[in-house]
């Protein structure tokens, strides 16, 4: 009976939480697009009050992490991962690409020129090499997950008839012979 409850709840094999979930990446990276576009945008027209162009790195960071969360939960029934190592994973890619480019962000915001090289340091050390070691690190295990669940590749049986039909020749004359 919870069997029967639990799989009208999660839908055909799954199915609904799955496309909640590209639902939910799907809306992440269409608000990243917009709101690099409106960045852009507000900046290009009015350059005078200042831009906002050191944002467009967080936001691009948005689209990656939508992009790749939803190809992810796409993939995970041809690879059949499980849900629970999905969403682990998910959580980790999610915190690396956004804090690799909360990193691009961090670089451009200093004072002073002088300034630069420590403040890209500081975002070198605290965000890009951290993020991108939890990005790299979640790819990594996802393949490794879809390398480890893939079925096992059949073995065709070995043709007897072609190797032993000569060597039962030789042993019938070998027994004529003695």
């Known amino acids: 009976?919870?069997?029967?409850?639990?799989?009208?709840?999660?839908?055909?094999?799954?199915?609904?939480?799955?496309?909640?979930?590209?639902?939910f990446f799907a809306l992440i990276s269409m608000a990243g697009c917009l709101l690099t576009f409106?960045?852009?945008?507000?900046?290009?027209a009015s350059p005078e009050t200042g831009t906002f162009y050191e944002l467009v790195p967080l936001f691009a960071g948005l689209m990656v992490?939508?992009?790749?969360?939803?190809?992810?939960?796409?993939?995970?029934r041809r690879f059949r991962i499980?849900?629970?190592a999905l969403l682990g994973l998910l959580i980790v890619w999610f915190g690396g690409v956004g804090l690799?480019?909360?990193?691009?962000?961090?670089v451009f915001f200093y004072d002073e020129p002088a300034?630069?090289?420590?403040?890209?340091?500081?975002?070198?050390?605290?965000?890009i090499v951290?993020?991108?070691?939890?990005?790299?690190?979640?790819?990594?295990?996802?393949?490794?997950?879809?390398?480890?669940?893939?079925p096992p590749t059949a073995q065709h049986p070995v043709n007897e008839a072609g190797w032993i039909q000569p060597l039962?020749?030789?042993?019938?004359?070998?027994?004529?012979d003695d």
């Open 1 to 23: 009976m919870m069997a029967k409850q639990a799989g009208q709840v999660l839908g055909e094999n799954g199915r609904i939480p799955t496309l909640m979930l590209v639902i």
């Open 38 to 44: 409106l960045v852009t945008l507000t900046s290009a």
């Open 65 to 76: 992490v939508g992009l790749g969360g939803a190809v992810m939960t796409i993939l995970r």
């Open 82 to 84: 499980g849900w629970l």
């Open 100 to 106: 690799f480019f909360f990193g691009g962000t961090a």
């Open 115 to 127: 300034e630069f090289i420590p403040n890209f340091g500081f975002a070198m050390a605290m965000c």
């Open 130 to 150: 951290p993020g991108g070691l939890l990005a790299l690190a979640a790819l990594a295990l996802y393949g490794y997950s879809a390398w480890r669940s893939r």
């Open 168 to 176: 039962k020749e030789q042993e019938k004359f070998s027994q004529e």
